[in-house]
C-alpha cells in the first residue's frame, strides 16, 4: 500500500445503492492491541442551525428508504456537498480508539478530524477482502474483522443479545429484536460496519458523561418479561447450530412480542439491548436527525465553546423525535395492518389454505379465530402446520386460547403438549396480556409472582404462583410445587393458561414428603454437595432465611467472585454466615457453601446433645 497517515486514511463499507456516505473506518495493530480511527462526515459544516435544511431536517427526522424511492432528510445538495468521497480531502469528526487485545478501550480522543485516503466497499467486497491475501487492503480488513470479533466477544461476554449467523440471514439489532439481513449483507463486511459503529457512539457516550455534557442519548430498557439476555442468546446459539429455520422464526416473534423501542434522552439510563452504560446515535448525520445534533454538541466542546443547546431545548428535540418516530410506526403498522386485512378477507374465502406461505397464513388464521370462524379446512391445515412444527408462538397461542368450533380437538392437543413443555406457558401468559392491555407488558403492573421456599416438605421444594393484572381486575394461577424455581414457576404459568383458555389443568405438583420434626435434626447425607446440603437445611427450616449474595471484581479475563451466603438458624438462635471466592459464580457458591454447612452442622449437633461438636 501507498504510504499513508493512518488518522486520515478510512474505508467506506456500504451497500452498493448508498449515496450518501457518512463514515469511514480504519485500524493499525498497535502491540498486541488495535488503534482504530473512525470517521464521520462534518455534516453540521454544511447544515446551518435554524436555517431551512435545518428545519426541514428536524421535521422529517430522518432518511426514509423505500423501495421505490429515497426521502432524504436533508436536501439533495447539501447530501452530496456532506458525504464523504474518494479523491477529495474531507472534513470529519474523528474517534480515534486505542484498545488492549481484550477491547477494552485504553484512551478516546474526539475532536475535528480529516479524511485524505479512502477507498469505497461494499459489504461484500469487504468480506471477500478480509480473506484474500492478494487483495491490497487486505491486511487492514483481516484486522478489523478480527477488531469486529473481540469487540462482539466482549459484549456478549458482557451479557448483551448480540447475535450474528450470516447463513441464516438473523442478526440481532441494538434493540435485541431479532431482524433478516437483506442478502447484501450476509457476509463478515456487515459485522465490521456494525461494530466499529457501535464502538464509536459508546465511547462518544462514555466521553459525554465524563465531561459531564448532555447529549441525546439513546437508552433502552428490556421489556420486563423479556427474560435473561444471557438465556436468550444461548436459545439463538442452540438454533443457529440446528439450522432451525422455524425455531428462528418462533423466536424472533416472541423476542418482538417483548421487545420496547429505545428512546432519546438528553440523560442517561443506559442501553440493555447492547449492554452499555451510556449510548449514543452519532455515526450518521446525514441520515439521522439526533447525530447531527450530537455532532454539533461534540464540536462545539472540542473548540471550547459551550453548547449550542440548552437541556431545555434538548429535551424538546428529544421529545419530538421520540414522537415522531412512534407516530411513524404506529402509522407503517397500520397500513400493511389494513393491507393484510384486505388480502386475509381474500384468502379466507378462497380455502385454499396448504398453498399459503406462513406469513399468509397466519394472516387468515388470525382474521378467523378474532371473529370465531371456521372456514372449511382451515383447523386441519392448523394441525398439520402444528405437526410439521411451523405453527409459530403467536398463532400457537391465539388457537389455544380463542379458538372454538372446529379448533377445539387441535386446542385439547395442545394442552397435552404444553403439558410436555411446560416452559412455553410464560410465553402464552404474555400473549394474553398484550391482548387484553393492547401494547406491552410490565411486571411491575401486569405480572406478579410469588416464588418461595416450602419448607413443610423434605427435600428442597420450592411454591410458585403467578398473579397477572389488567383493566382493573386479577386472575390468580394456583400455587404449585416443584424441586427448582424455574420448573415451579412453569407449572404455574401452565395452570394459569389453561384456566384462561377454559382447558383441563395439566400442570403437576412434585412428589413431596411432609417434613416430621425428627427429620429437622437429620444430617444431610456426607456425599451431597455442599451448596445442595445448605439448600435442604433451608427447605427443612434449620437455617432462614437463606441469602446467597455475589460480587465480582477484577478485569473482565481474571474475574474474581465472591459469595456470600447468610441465614439464621433456630436451633441455636445464632446468624451463621460464609464466604467464598472463586473464577465463576458456582465456584465461589460451592466455596461459601463448604464453610456454612460446617457452621449449620456444629449447632445441629450443639442442639441435639447440649455441647459444642467438633467440626
Not at 450518501?20 to 462526515?41: K, L, S, T
Not at 438462635?573 to 454447612?597: F, I, M, S
Request: aromatic share 6%; hydrophobic share 40%.
Amino acid at each position: 500500500m501507498v504510504d499513508h497517515n493512518p488518522a486520515e486514511t478510512g474505508i467506506m463499507i456500504d451497500a452498493a445503492t448508498t449515496v450518501d456516505r457518512d463514515d469511514a473506518v480504519w485500524i493499525e495493530p498497535h502491540g498486541d492491541g488495535f488503534d482504530v480511527w473512525i470517521h464521520i462526515a462534518r455534516v453540521a459544516d454544511h447544515v446551518e442551525t435554524g436555517g431551512r435544511a435545518d428545519t426541514e431536517a428536524h421535521s422529517r427526522v430522518h432518511t426514509r428508504y423505500r423501495p421505490e424511492h429515497t426521502r432524504h432528510m436533508l436536501p439533495a445538495p447539501v447530501v452530496a456537498a456532506a458525504s464523504l468521497e474518494p479523491g477529495r480531502e474531507n472534513e470529519t469528526f474523528a474517534v480515534h480508539l486505542r484498545l488492549d487485545h481484550t477491547g477494552q478501550v485504553l484512551s478516546a480522543d474526539l475532536g475535528p478530524g480529516r479524511l485524505t485516503t479512502s477507498w469505497i466497499m461494499t459489504h461484500g467486497e469487504a468480506a471477500t477482502a478480509a480473506n484474500d491475501p492478494a487483495h491490497p487492503l487486505h491486511g487492514t480488513l483481516a484486522l478489523a474483522l478480527r477488531f469486529a470479533q473481540t469487540m462482539l466477544a466482549a459484549r456478549r461476554n458482557a451479557g448483551a443479545l448480540a447475535f450474528y449467523d450470516l447463513l441464516s440471514g438473523f442478526a440481532t439489532n441494538e434493540e435485541g429484536q431479532l431482524v433478516r439481513l437483506d442478502s447484501a449483507e450476509r457476509n463478515s463486511g456487515y459485522i465490521i460496519v456494525q461494530e466499529f459503529m457501535i464502538a464509536a457512539n459508546a465511547q462518544i457516550a462514555a466521553w459525554a458523561v465524563r465531561e459531564d455534557l448532555p447529549i441525546l442519548f439513546r437508552n433502552h430498557r428490556l421489556a420486563a418479561v423479556a427474560g435473561d439476555p444471557a438465556e436468550l442468546r444461548a436459545e439463538l446459539d442452540s438454533i443457529a447450530a440446528a439450522g432451525d429455520g422455524t425455531a428462528f422464526e418462533m423466536l424472533r416473534t416472541r423476542m418482538r412480542m417483548v421487545a420496547r423501542a429505545a428512546t432519546y434522552a438528553p440523560t442517561v439510563h443506559g442501553h440493555h439491548g447492547l449492554q452499555l452504560p451510556a449510548y449514543t446515535h452519532a455515526t450518521s448525520p446525514i441520515r439521522r436527525y439526533p447525530d447531527l445534533i450530537v455532532q454539533r454538541i461534540l464540536l462545539a466542546a472540542a473548540l471550547g465553546r459551550p453548547s449550542p443547546y440548552p437541556i431545555e431545548e434538548l429535551d424538546a428535540i428529544a421529545a419530538h423525535v421520540n414522537e415522531r418516530v412512534e407516530e411513524e410506526r404506529r402509522a407503517k403498522a397500520e397500513y400493511f395492518k389494513q393491507k393484510a386485512h384486505e388480502q386475509t378477507a381474500k384468502h379466507a374465502e378462497a380455502a385454499d389454505f396448504t398453498a399459503l406461505p406462513y406469513k399468509q397464513f397466519a394472516r387468515v388464521l388470525q382474521f378467523a379465530v378474532e371473529r370465531g370462524e371456521n372456514p372449511v379446512g382451515l383447523a386441519a391445515d392448523t394441525a398439520r402446520r402444528l405437526d410439521a412444527r411451523e405453527l409459530q408462538l403467536r398463532e400457537f397461542a391465539s388457537v389455544y386460547l380463542y379458538g372454538r368450533g372446529e379448533f377445539e380437538p387441535l386446542r385439547e392437543r395442545m394442552n397435552r403438549m404444553l403439558a410436555d413443555e411446560p416452559q412455553q406457558a410464560q410465553s402464552i401468559v404474555n400473549v394474553y396480556l398484550q391482548d387484553r392491555l393492547g401494547g406491552p407488558v410490565s411486571n411491575e403492573t401486569n405480572v406478579l409472582w410469588t416464588v418461595e421456599d416450602a419448607p413443610g416438605f423434605e427435600g428442597p421444594l420450592f411454591s410458585a404462583q403467578v398473579s397477572i393484572r389488567y383493566n382493573g381486575e386479577q386472575v390468580d394461577s394456583p400455587k404449585r410445587l416443584q424441586r427448582n424455581k424455574k420448573e415451579a414457576r412453569n407449572q404455574a404459568a401452565l395452570a394459569l393458561v389453561a384456566a384462561l383458555a377454559g382447558l383441563p389443568d395439566p400442570s403437576a405438583d412434585a412428589a413431596a414428603k411432609p417434613r416430621t420434626e425428627a427429620a429437622k435434626k437429620l444430617l444431610v447425607d456426607a456425599g451431597v454437595n455442599p451448596a445442595e446440603a445448605v439448600q435442604i437445611y433451608a427447605a427443612r427450616g434449620v437455617v432462614k432465611p437463606l441469602t446467597w449474595d455475589f460480587s465480582v471484581d477484577g478485569p473482565s479475563h481474571e474475574r474474581v467472585f465472591t459469595c456470600r451466603a447468610e441465614g439464621w438458624m433456630p436451633v441455636s438462635g445464632e446468624q451463621v454466615a460464609a464466604e467464598g471466592k472463586g473464577p465463576t459464580k458456582q465456584v465461589a457458591k460451592t466455596n461459601a457453601a463448604l464453610e456454612l454447612r460446617v457452621q449449620i452442622e456444629v449447632a445441629l449437633a450443639l442442639g441435639q446433645t447440649g455441647r459444642r461438636a467438633d467440626a
